[in-house]
Structures are given as structure tokens and as C-alpha cells.
């Protein structure tokens, strides 16, 4: 004989967690919690294999259904001690569908099945309490018509509409008990005249409606789509749960509440909820009574001692805490839990993991771990990485007042206050003051990096997520605002106007670059804490993962910043970024308006000195770490300026007429700037360049090594490499420079030529690149624009349509593309090992720092991840998680 | 006994043209000429194994080498009846380097050898011209010096330079014999005091220094790098081939002259070529002597009667008939040959495949065919395909007087003449007129497209061989001439000047598409001839491939022009070229300007008809073939205008106040349009306009069904696809839309939905894509874009170093990157096969007509490509040339 039902509760558990498949997801915990001894509202579970039955045999049961269903419900009204249908002591039900994984389209919930013309009355009896009878009467009759009966459920709510309106009532609630009875028999007008049959009054047939519904909804066309769209099968059915109702409103001896097992804010071991005696759950909703803290601790913190749940019901409150207990030794996490107390007995409706704050994360794995509940590996995977984010950064003081001038998107987390300035130019100039400032934009530009740097924030009114400015902040760990677009600027009176504030240049102002928001003056912040737990936590990290770590950084403070956050290393560092300080563009603006290799190599000259200075500084920081230097990537139009206001500045600075430079700008615009001269396209052009920047690193190195003896191992990086040809020329002219400068120096050199692979061709072509590069990293950014086809300034237009629409599972240019641009990572990554058995990968993308991504490296078999200073700790998190979930993809070596 | 050396010529052949490895290719083609029974001058070959000894046992030679040596040259010796050193009658040799592939860097050519003090006067007795003698001596001390001795050639070419303002000569030739003499003395000096020893006088020493040079040229850096970058093995070896002098210039007798086995200009077969009596070959080449023709039809037609060797030497013409005769039945293609006649002897110097005119191939294929002389498959492989797009479009008349007044790129092939206009809108208005145009741009963009079709001809001053105008010009079948910076356009005063010349607006210029030339005023023109020869061809070529060939046409006169070229169909419709013409771009203005979905469909509601007559006409003209319908593609700006003139016309046309279409650009700006918003983006936007599209096509479909009873199956192209989920939201809006009009027409369709592969993702992620789509179309233009990260309107500023740095072994954008994009297109097609068996696969890029990508396409499988009209016929002989040519990458059916 096939057992089709299974029993939970009260003692009983013909089942666990791992029965999904026979019982449903809902039915298996609701049996694991029976299992483990928790006091579950008895009930019983008709499995999928009937559901499988129905359908194939014309939606007839098994013949001995009836009889297992009849014997289960007889053991539920014993447990509870009241009968399906008795006038007196009615049992109450639920009825719920159960698929083995979850699914939209499917029946949901039927609430007080069993009650009727005579169970109502000793419902009222029994709660003391005649409205909420017969408000449950009328709820249960408006679900099951809409539901189970398929009654349009407007009709219900036109009724109810009227009947207020007819009461003079706003609200549900202000309908006394004579209303709600008259509202029943309307409601069982209702379905008579739309159905052509009375509401049923049987309880069994209330019962085997409402069972015939669940598996009837497993066929829905919503449902048989969404199966289609998931790869689910149809054979699989769903479970149907039938359990008894308990009351928290039947007396002063009955309450509802919830509660975690620890503080869901801070991570602290203590007791945390609310109840509220006699009432329901909806009570707590509704807002009409304040719930009570579960401790006397938390109630007395609150100013309300004495009206805890341990002070008014300790007994129950002493069986929580046994729960709580119980609880965290099984799930081996923190619970967040849903009871009812019923004549002061203690029922678990609900228990799940509960969420919390990053902090709270970080407290309760380390906790747990030092209790014993969990290993280390397990506290590590405890945390969420991407919610490291906001625990990196300042966060606006949740005490401080606020007042939010205007709302954008959340480009780079941090809140940061300042004095507005409008341009780069006087965010620099006020930045070299020592004075705090956000630089307001409606856009930036790679113009503006000199001032993006110089402000502590930045504000834009155009832009998504994926903005330059957004971009660019995160990848200087900046406070950043995109798309707040409620706001004008005028740049000519050099002030913005918001919700009718008038903001000035040098008018103080705050951003959240966390939660998007703009607000009037300075208001307090509060500095992360990188120590205790979270110190323990990343240590622990550390040991557990293999991917290596480094940061993308070029200035001195963006570096100091890596080695602060745990960086292994620089995986790239854009030397364009040192060209744009005011002391170089012009040199720089020289060597591009220059008509010849000798003009180019003059105004190199004067640029070479600092460029081993910055070299020399970064190595000395980095102290021995391994240091990626990109040569120059970006179109040389990035340096000049567009405005025609500027042109005649630049001439003059540079020594030539202002047509030679509006010439070079002419001969250098781009139809696709992305696609044209830059990377190593401009190294191969003009030789100079490279070499220039290939001695200022050997020589830097020579330097470092002269002053303190260490050795530095410079890693030379190619950009935008399409051919293995480019990487052999350019090599070629790299080692002379090295010979070179060992031959002056007389020292050897230590040192890597490698390339970025970021375009495809240089993916599939990798076993031919490999022959000439000692490293590859991989450039994400431009390998997920050439892939995708996808430009990251102007896809922002169609990003959210796109994302809406689940054409992209998510940001590309956030999280990599694993199907697509990972699979080139994986070509490139097996062709060039096949080449090189030791070739060093690596990723320098904006997604060396997402974690899904950090995941995906680890199982290609990268070296190491490299990403902004800020996102170094994501990363290194990650990459433990990624170490200790396994699934490395790389061939046994 | 190794064989160390192998004799040739004068009735012996110890070898033949397949023992290249051991006889050099040189060496073995003497062999194969000597076997075959050719009078060729007797020499002899040193094997490359005595390379190999030489670099194996320190540079020494075999044992018995010499012994093998000296019996070869006595055999020389007799063959020729001279003795090597004799006074009298001296035997003079050339040595000449030959490895098995033909390889700079090594020794070339050591000629009369042979000669000293006392030969040198044998010489000039038996030629009689003591000054040729010494003329021979002084250029052999020069070559032997340089090449073998190692003397700087710097310093013979000053001793000459002196001699010649000595005796006031301009010339080498204005140097009489007395002063050969003294030139001979000074050499010999010059020779004494750079090596420290005399001239050697002993011609076994020279011959032995000569072979040492050789082989020593083996190992000279040069050849050391070029074999390391071709991956030619060292082990290889070089021969030494050592062949007797025979002289044209010993008397009366004598000649020397070249010869084609048939007309090289038009593939007749007569007798074709030059000689000149007691001549060597360089006085042809010094123009001293006007040569003469072979033939006596040819002398007479020149104006020379009785003055060809038909008549003067009749025997020894004779013996080249049968030399012509014997040659083309073995080498069994037309020969260019070089002989020389020595004392009545005919002696055939060299025989190679001849160069000939496109139309000649076409006629010497389809004739040698008609002879039994080759197969009609070997027919088909006899002519290049690249050479008939010279063939296809007009060509200047070459009797025609030409003013050539500017010189730029051979952009797009084509002869036409035209008056000049400024604008496109010019050559619309001027076209419309029926007046003949050539349009004259500084560069052009998709603005132009309309100015475009109307024009005969684009002349451009900016912008290289992939260039906006170049491109589209090269689509249209158009002649266009690119980057002719000698041009100064002044648009204002609507003229351009250059070398002098002022063109004005309605001034008649031609410009040759295929030289790169603009001429002055109206020049005749040769229209192609498509019949004959080039049409028997292409019948055979026809039945002997495999691949489809399709056209790229949207407007019917290119349709026409495809179906006339033997197009098998459409492959690329682009729609959106059908929305520059002026009644339609105010409509797709006003749509574009449109502030919602209602407002784009009225707009686009305007434009259906017309879509629909477009679609009718087309898919009559293709009557039945299959027509591939590209729905719309570019980003909406290009429909705009950007100058700031027009902008006010616009709104005015579309009903909106200016600024509306001011912002609207600005919105429409990108910083790289061609990674934004266009392609299937656009359509999942804004649904309206594909939807707009499909209507016209299956509405169109309908009635050219109703009107001809005739079924069109559309196939429609939903482009720049990277996610399979775009596709299938297209295809299901597409179905929607093929239902709609079935309902309304009351008829079924057929039809199908496929997509452009133009994305890296797209190809890597074939087999989803796959899934939904019932072909593939492979844009490579975009591909190659997209995998190379390289702009097409931008490359030119870099293509031509990297051309010529060998970075791109040719422009992938006229040849496909086989290694590169071609993965990818083999990737996709494997994939997409694996998944739909059935997959139908094309390419529509401009790499269709293009010979060695269409070998490409049928070897890894597709089902046909795509190119501009003009050049399905290059297509359709490359598609059979590849079939013949086998090597098939395709799985087994």
C-alpha cells in the first residue's frame, strides 16, 4: 500500500528536510522542525506522488486517499483537542500547495477552512471575541470563493466597498460585528448566484475543494509556462499541507510574536523580538497596538519595563529561549522565528535564517565559530561579500538629522560632506587648500579626473550606474551620485537649484553615495571599524582562499589605501591617470601637438623624470609586492581640451598657433574612440612613448634598489593587444630599453613583459600571445564592450529596459558575463597555459572585485584578482568563499 | 658513392622538377626543362646535402665533391665546345644560389665567371666587341667583389662614378672601350687593397670562392631571421647551381628575345613577342635598340615588315613554334619564356606560367579546355578571381587622350564621367533630373547615402580604402576614388582646386575607380563584355560549387543588377537605406522625434506603405529566390541632420519646436555609436518599429501572392544580436505580427526569422541563439569590429604602419581574419549546427566577394555568402574554385 500522507506536529515527524521531492519544499521543513522536537501546529502532508496520480489517470485520486486523509485528520483533532466541523470546539485548518521548489502560479494559501454557519459561533465562543469570527468567516469565504470556487474577487471587494460606505467606515476595521454578519450573507449570495451552488457548508467538502484547488493550480498555464521557462518538469507535482490553525487572540493566556535567535542588528547573543498578548499576527500589522520586547533587558532599554514577554509569561518566554536554543544547534545559524501562544502553550509557526547587518555578520560567525556551532570555513561563508560595501566606507550617523535636497542612483558608496564646487579645476585648487569639496557635474569626462581626485565626492545630474563618473568613483573608492536629476545647474552663476533650495558654490552639502541622497549641510558620519571581527574574519579568509589579491591603483594614497585593505600587490596600474595632473598635460598636450618623433621625444623628456618619481614612490610602498604597470592606453584626445575657450590656452602653453591644435584635434577625433588609436595601437605608432615610460619604470626599479637594497620586479603590461605580432614588437623595444638601462646602471634587471587580453581576438589567439607575454591579465571593461558589442558609456540607456526584461541577468559591466565573456576568459586561459605552463592570470576589470565574478576566477584558474582599493576585502572574502565551495575548473597539475 | 652533384641540359636530365629538397627549386626546374627535352644551356647542381655536410663537418665539403665536380664541367665543357680558363674559346658560368623555397637574404646570382685578364680577350675575339668583353670583365670583379669577396660595392660604384666625369660621361654605356680597361685596372686595385690580396686570375678559385659564398649566404643573419619567422628548418640546405653562359650578341646569328605562348592582352593563340639580333638581354632593357616582333602578322601590324624573326631567322622560329607547342603540353598553362640564340642554336633560358589580362585568362581557360589541353575543372582554377572585378565595370577607353588632374585610392573600381556637385542633396536634385553626377566630398557619412545612389562617382579628399565612402561605394557597385588630398574643396564658392586647375560646380570630371585617377572633362569608356568566354566559365564554375552566391541590394536597380550577375538571391537587405529617401526620412524624423509609443505609430504608420511597395517590387524582381530582410539596424541619429542650419528645417517638417530636436540629439549622442543603441536594441525599445517592418514584409509577401500567384518565403534578419533571449523576444513579437496578417489575409504564411551573427557572444553563444533562429547570417564587417576592437572609419589612421609592419597580414576588413573572426565563424556554425541541424549559414559582410574569405566560408560548411552585385561573379568562380580545390571542413553529412 502507498503511503500518500505523512503526519507533523505534536510529537510526530513521518519525514525531514531532505524529503523535498515526495513532500515539497514546505512540507519537508514543516516536518524537520516536527523532527527535531519543536511544537509544530499539528498537520499532515498528501504527497506529490498523488498529484503525479491525479494527472495520470484523469484527475481521479488513489482509491485509499480518503482513508489515509481521514486517519491523519482524526490524529490532528486529537492533537489539538477540537474537531473538523464540531459547532463547539471547531478545528481550524490551512491548506496550502508545496512544490518541491518554489514556484509563482501555484495556489497559495487557504486560511480557517472549516469554519461555517456553526463553527463561527464557537469560534466566537471560544475567543471570546464574536467580531473576529465572524471576520474570519467572511475572509475565509471571500479566499475560498476567489481561490477554490474561481468567484471573481471583485465582487467581494464591491461588496465590502459598499457595505463601508453604507457604515460610514474607512477602514475594515471600523466594521463592527452586525456588519461583518451581513457581509457573510452577502458574500454567500455572492458565490451562490456566480457558482449557481450554495457556499459549502460541509467541512470535508470545504476540505477536498480546497485540496482538488492546489492540484488543479498546478496546471495553470502561468505555472506550466514558468516550469517551461526553468526547465522544471510537470512530473514533478506539487504536495498539498493540510495543518491545523492555532490562535494568539483566544485569551490573555495567548499572544503572537517574532523573534530572532541574536540581534539581527548588532550580531549579539541576547534575546530580540516582539509580541503581543491575545492577538493575531495581522494586529502586529495593522499598527493598532504597540508590541512588547520578549526580554525584560530590552523592554526596560525601550522605557517600557515590566510589559516583556519574560516578566508576563515566563514560562513560555523560558520554553522560547529552550527553542532558541534548540534552534541554533540544528540550523547552526541565527533564526529569525514566528510563534503563537495558544492557552499558554507555545506553537512555532515559522523558522528561517535570519537576515542581519553586515556587522551583525561578521559578530555572529565569529561568535558561532568561537562557540563551537560552526568551523571557521563555515563562518567564512557566512558572510555576505557584497555587503562589505557599506561597511568600508563612512555611513551617514543614523542619529543625525537630515535633509534630502534631491535623489539619484547609488553610483559609489559613502557619505562624505564638502563645499560644492562646479568645475575640476576648483576642486583642485580648493582640494591643494586642504579644503573638503564635491565636485557638482552634469557629467564628467576623462577631463575631470584631476578634480574627481581632488574631491572627497561627486555629484552628477546625467548618468547611470555605469556612468564615467560612477565608474570612475568607484575605482577611487570616492563617494559618488549619479543621475540625481531633480537637479539644475547653472555653471554660468555657478550654483544649482533642487526642491527649491538655491545651493551656491561653496554652500556646504552631504552624499550618500550608499543610498543615493543629497542633503543640505554637513552631517555627522561614522568611520568603519576594520578590527575585531571583522579583522578575525579576514584572516581567516586569508588562509582559506588560493586566489591572490591586488589592487588597481596609481596614486600614492590609492596604493597606501590597497596595502591598508589587505592588497597583495598593484594588478594595474594606469600610468595615464598620473598624466593628467596640471604639471604634465602640458608636457603631455606638447609630445601630441609635436609634428615629429624628435618634437614627441623633447616633450617626453620633461615627462620621464616624474614618471620614474611616481614609479619610485609606488615601489616603495608597495615594498616588494609585485607592482602592474599599463603603459598608455586612452586616445590622445583624452588630453586635450574641447572647449573652444581652452584651445588657445593649450597653443599657447604648448608654443604653437591655435589652428595646429584645433588641427590635431581634427586629425585625431574618432567616429568609435573605443575601436581606434589607443592601447598599444599608440605604442607601435609612436615608439617614443612606450620607451619612455619602459625606462622610467627600469630606472625607478634601479633607483629603489640603490636607496634600500630591494629588489623590485617590475610587470610590464601591454594594452589592447589584438595580434601576438604587437606584443613581439613591443617587447622587443621593451627588452632594448631594459639592456639598456641595466648597461647604464650596471645592474641586472629583473622584470615581466605581459599583455591584457581584452579583446577577443587576443582571447582566442592566447596560445600565440602566450609566446611572448609572461602574464595575462584580463581587462573585463573593454573585453566585456567588444564581446557584448556593448559601449559602457552609452549602454546606460537600455540597461534597465534590458535588465527589466531579464535579457541580462545582471550589469555586465558589474558582474561578468560568465556565458559569454567568461568563455573567452576560459579559452584564453587553457590556450595560453598550453602554450606557458606558468603563465600568471589575472583579472583587472571593474569585476575583480564583484563576487560572483571572484567565484568564476577562482574556478578558471586565475592567479589573482585585482580591484579597487575599496573592494580589496570583498575580494579577499570571495575568493575564501570560492576556495571553499570547491568547483575548481582547473585540470589537476 | 653519395651523388653530390646532378648535370642538366644538352639531351641529359638527372632529375626532374620533384626533387626540389635535393636540387633547390632553381636547380630542379633546369632538371624538369632538360628532361622535358628543351635546349637549355648544360650546367650542373652541388646538392643541398653538400650543405648540410658543409654545416656539419665545420664548414668543410665532401671527400669527393671535387672529383664529382670537375667531371661534370668537362662535360659542360664538350657540351658546349668551350673549355673553362681557355683563352681562346672560354667557358664562362653563372652561380646561383637555390634553397627548396624561395627565400631572401641569400647570394642571388655570380654571372660570367669564368673571365680574367686572359679570357676576357678569348671574349671579345669571339664576340667581336672587345667593349662588351670588357664591359662583362669590370661587372663581374664589381659582383664577385661584393658577393663573394666581401669588397663594399660603395667603393667600385665610386671608382665609376670618378671614370665617368673623367670622360664626361652620363652613362655607363657612354664609356668606350679603353675606358672599360682602365676601369678594369682600377677594380682589380680596388679589390687587392680591400682584401689584401690580388683579383684571383685562377677560374677554379673563382668557381670554388663562388660556391663557398652560397653556401656561407645560408647562414647570414638575414636568412637565419627570415627562416626563423616563415619556420623554415635550418637542416634544409641551400643548392648551388653552376650553368654555362650562352651569348645572344656573338654575330649575326645571335638574338636574344622573350615570348609568350599566346597573347598575354587577349588570350589569342599566335605567336607573341620580342628579339633583337646580336643582342644580350640588357639592351633590351637599356632602350637602346627597339626590339622586334616574333612573328611576321605581328611586324606588319606594327609597321615593320619583314623585319620579324619569322622571316629573318625562319629555322630558329620554327624551333620555338615547337618549343611553344611542346611546352604548353607540358606545363599545360601559357608560357613566358626567355631564350637566346647562339651561333643559329636556340637555347631556352627560362619558362614561367605568364602573367595575362583578366579576359585573356578567361579565354586561354575556356580554349586550352576546348584543346583537351586541361579539364574544365582545371579551367575554372586558371583564372583569378580578384582579376574580374577590373572585368566587370567600365574601363577608360585606352585610346582616349587623359588630363589626369588629381591622384587618390583606388577605393571602388569603375570608369565614369559626370558633373561635378558639392552635396548630396545636389546629387539627388541632379540625378533626379537625369543628369550624370559625381559627387566630391570632403568624406562622406550615412547622411550622404541618398547623395550617394544618385551620383555615378564619389570622389573623396580624406579617408583610405575602408573609409565611410569607400565602403558604401564598394557596395553600390559605384566607382569612387578616396583620399585624393591633393584636392582643396572650397563648399562656400561650391569649387575645388588642384594642380592648377579650378572645378566648378557642373564641370565635368572623370574619375577611374580603379587607378585612383581624376581626369579633366568627359573621357570615352569601354563597357564590359559578360558573353563568351566569361560566360562558358562561369556556366562551368557554376555547375562545379558548392556554396550559394547572394547579393547584398535593396533598391531594385541593385537587385536587377544581382540577378544579371547571377545572384542566387538577397542575402542583406538593409531596410534602413530604404529610409533616406526624402519622402521617407521626414516620417522616420517624425518618429524618432516622437515623445511616446502612440506617437512613433503614427509616424511609422506613414512609412508602412511605402515599406510594403519596396518590399513588393523587390521581391518581384527576385521572382522566387530567397530575399533576407535585415529589419532596422543603425542608431537614430544618423537619421537626423547635425549641422545646426537644418535642425530648424526639421522641426518645422516633423511639427515640433526646435529645441525638442535639439535635445533629442543630445539624447541620441553617443560616445561610440557603434557599441550603442542600435540593431535588435532598438527593436526591443520600441517594439512599434519592427513591428511596422514585419507588417510590410508579410503584407508585401501577401500581395505579390495575390497579384502573380507566386509564394515568397521572406526571411527576415533581426541584427546585432549577443543574448539568445533578444531573439526570442523578437521572433514572438515577428510571430505575432505573421499571424495578425494571416488572419487578415486569410492566407498562410511562410516565412522565416533569423539572425545576424555580428557579436562575439552571438558566435560563442551559438547553440541558444540557435535555438530560435532558422538561419545565421554572419556580419562580418561587424565581427571583425567587434573581435579586433578596431573601428572601421577610424583604422585608417593606423592601417597602413601596420600593413606594413606585417601586424595584419592584409585589411580584415576586405579579408577575412581567418585565425581570428574565422574562429569565431567556425565556432558559431559548429554550434548552431549542433543544435539545428538544418541551420541555414550565410555571410553578408563585405568579405563575400572576396576570394580568399569565400574559400574560407565553404570550407568550414556555410550555405552561401552574400556581397555587393558587382561582385557575385568573383564570388561565384571563387565559390567553385574552393570546391575544387577540396579540403572541406565540414562534418560528414
Chains 1, 2 share one sequence.
Not at 616 to 642: Q, Y
Request: overall charge negative; glycine content about 10%; proline content about 5%.
Amino acid at each position: 500500500m502507498t503511503k500518500w500522507v505523512y503526519r507533523f506536529g505534536a510529537g510526530v515527524a513521518e519525514g525531514d528536510a531532505t524529503m523535498k521531492a515526495l513532500l515539497g519544499g514546505k512540507g519537508a521543513n514543516l516536518a524537520e522542525m516536527s523532527a527535531i522536537g519543536l511544537n509544530v501546529p499539528p498537520g499532515f502532508v498528501i504527497t506529490t506522488e498523488v498529484c503525479t496520480h491525479y494527472y495520470a489517470r484523469e484527475r481521479t485520486y488513489p482509491a485509499d486517499l480518503t482513508s489515509q486523509l481521514d486517519e491523519a485528520l482524526a490524529w490532528v483533532e486529537q492533537a489539538v483537542g477540537a474537531r473538523f466541523g464540531d459547532p463547539k470546539r471547531p478545528l481550524l485548518v490551512s491548506v496550502r500547495s508545496g512544490a518541491p521548489v518554489s514556484m509563482p502560479g501555484m495556489m497559495d494559501t487557504v486560511l480557517n477552512l472549516g469554519l461555517n454557519d456553526a463553527t463561527v459561533e464557537g469560534l466566537a465562543v471560544a475567543s471570546g471575541n464574536p467580531r473576529f469570527a465572524y471576520d474570519s468567516y467572511r475572509r475565509f469565504i471571500q479566499m475560498y470563493g476567489d481561490v477554490v470556487l474561481g468567484v471573481d474577487h471583485y465582487l467581494f471587494e464591491e461588496a465590502l466597498n459598499e457595505l463601508k460606505e453604507q457604515n460610514g467606515a474607512r477602514f475594515d476595521t471600523d466594521l463592527n460585528t452586525a456588519a461583518l454578519r451581513a457581509l457573510v450573507d452577502q458574500y454567500k449570495v455572492i458565490v451562490a448566484r456566480d457558482t449557481g451552488a450554495p457556499f459549502p457548508q460541509d467541512v470535508r467538502v470545504q476540505l477536498w475543494g480546497a485540496i482538488g484547488a492546489v492540484f488543479g493550480s498546478w496546471m495553470t498555464p502561468r505555472a506550466v509556462t514558468y516550469r517551461r521557462l526553468h526547465d522544471i518538469p510537470s512530473s514533478m507535482g506539487t504536495a498539498v499541507n493540510v495543518q491545523a490553525m492555532v490562535f494568539g487572540n483566544m485569551g490573555d493566556d495567548c499572544a503572537t510574536g517574532v523573534a530572532f535567535t541574536r540581534n539581527p542588528a548588532t550580531g549579539e547573543k541576547a534575546v530580540y523580538g516582539e509580541y503581543l498578548i491575545n492577538a493575531q499576527g495581522e494586529d502586529v500589522v495593522a499598527g493598532i497596538r504597540t508590541p512588547e520586547a520578549l526580554s525584560e533587558a530590552m523592554a526596560a532599554a525601550g522605557g517600557r519595563p515590566g510589559r516583556s514577554m519574560e516578566v508576563r509569561m515566563p514560562e513560555a518566554y523560558a520554553e522560547l529561549c529552550r527553542v532558541f536554543d534548540q534552534l541554533e544547534r540544528h540550523y547552526r545559524d541565527m533564526q529569525d522565528i514566528e510563534f503563537t501562544i495558544q492557552g499558554g502553550r507555545l506553537w512555532i509557526l515559522q523558522t528561517r535564517t535570519g537576515k542581519r547587518t553586515a556587522s551583525a555578520a561578521f559578530k555572529v560567525a565569529v561568535d558561532m565559530a568561537a562557540e563551537g556551532l560552526i568551523s571557521r570555513d563555515e563562518a567564512i561563508l557566512r558572510v555576505d561579500p557584497a555587503s562589505l560595501d557599506q561597511l568600508l566606507h563612512p555611513t551617514l550617523d543614523p542619529a543625525a538629522e537630515k535633509q534630502v535636497i534631491a535623489k539619484g542612483l547609488p553610483a559609489s558608496p559613502g557619505a562624505v560632506s564638502g563645499k560644492v564646487v562646479f568645475s575640476a579645476d576648483a576642486a583642485e585648487r580648493a582640494g591643494a587648500a586642504g579644503e573638503k569639496v564635491i565636485l557638482v557635474r552634469l557629467e564628467t569626462s576623462p577631463d575631470d579626473i584631476h578634480g574627481m581626485h581632488a574631491a572627497l565626492g561627486i555629484l552628477t545630474v546625467h548618468g547611470g550606474m555605469t556612468s564615467h563618473a560612477a565608474v570612475v568613483a568607484r575605482g577611487m573608492g570616492k563617494a559618488c551620485v549619479c543621475g540625481a536629476n531633480e537637479i539644475a545647474i547653472n555653471y554660468e552663476e555657478r550654483q544649482f537649484t533642487t526642491r527649491g533650495h538655491r545651493i551656491a558654490e561653496g554652500d556646504v552639502i552631504t552624499i550618500d553615495g550608499a543610498a543615493g541622497t543629497v542633503m543640505l549641510g554637513e552631517i555627522a558620519t561614522v568611520d568603519p571599524q576594520l578590527s575585531g571581527d571583522f579583522a578575525t574574519l579576514m584572516e581567516w579568509a586569508d588562509a582559506a582562499r588560493r586566489l591572490r589579491v591586488r589592487a588597481n591603483a596609481e596614486t600614492p594614497l590609492d596604493a597606501r589605501t590597497a596595502v591598508r585593505f589587505g592588497a597583495e600587490g598593484i594588478g594595474l596600474c594606469r600610468t595615464e591617470h598620473m598624466f593628467f595632473q596640471p604639471d604634465r598635460i602640458l608636457a603631455m598636450r606638447e609630445m601630441i601637438l609635436a609634428e615629429d618623433a624628435e618634437g614627441r621625444r623633447r616633450a617626453l623628456a620633461k615627462i620621464l623624470p616624474m614618471q620614474r618619481a611616481d614609479f619610485v614612490e609606488l615601489f616603495e610602498i608597495m615594498a616588494g609586492r609585485p607592482v602592474t604597470i599599463r603603459l598608455l592606453d586612452p586616445p590622445l584626445h583624452e588630453f586635450l581640451p574641447h572647449a573652444p575657450e581652452d584651445l588657445e590656452e593649450v597653443a599657447l602653453a604648448a608654443g604653437v598657433e591655435v589652428r595646429v591644435v584645433r588641427r590635431r584635434l581634427a586629425e585625431l577625433r574618432e567616429a568609435n574612440p573605443m575601436l581606434g588609436l589607443r592601447g598599444c595601437r599608440l605604442g607601435i605608432l609612436y615608439p617614443e612613448i612606450y620607451e619612455m615610460q619602459a625606462r622610467a619604470i627600469f630606472e625607478a626599479a634601479v633607483a629603489v634598489h640603490a636607496r634600500s637594497g630591494a629588489t623590485v620586479v617590475p610587470e610590464v603590461m601591454i594594452p589592447l593587444v589584438a595580434m601576438a605580432g604587437e606584443l613581439a614588437l613591443l617587447k622587443a623595444r621593451i627588452d632594448a630599453v631594459a639592456a639598456e638601462v641595466a648597461k647604464e646602471s650596471g645592474r641586472t634587471l629583473d622584470y615581466l613583459v605581459g599583455t591584457m587580453i581584452e579583446l577577443p581576438r587576443a582571447a582566442l589567439r592566447a596560445a600565440d600571445v602566450a609566446r611572448h607575454a609572461a602574464f595575462f591579465s584580463f581587462g573585463t571593461n573593454d573585453l566585456t564592450q567588444m564581446t557584448l558589442g556593448l559601449s559602457r558609456d552609452d549602454s546606460g540607456k537600455f540597461m534597465e529596459p534590458y535588465l527589466k526584461q531579464e535579457l541580462f541577468a545582471g550589469d555586465p559591466f558589474q558582474t561578468l558575463d560568465q556565458d559569454g565573456v567568461g568563455e573567452l576568459i576560459r579559452i584564453a586561459a587553457d590556450r595560453g597555459r598550453a602554450t606557458r605552463a606558468d603563465l600568471k592570470l589575472g583579472i583587472c576589470g571593474e569585476h575583480g572585485g564583484d563576487p560572483a565574478s571572484v567565484r568564476f576566477c577562482h574556478r578558471v584558474g586565475l592567479d589573482y584578482v585585482s580591484c579597487s582599493p575599496y573592494r580589496v576585502p570583498i575580494a579577499r572574502l570571495a575568493a575564501a568563499q570560492a576556495a571553499l565551495a570547491g568547483g575548481d575548473d582547473r585540470p589537476d597539475d
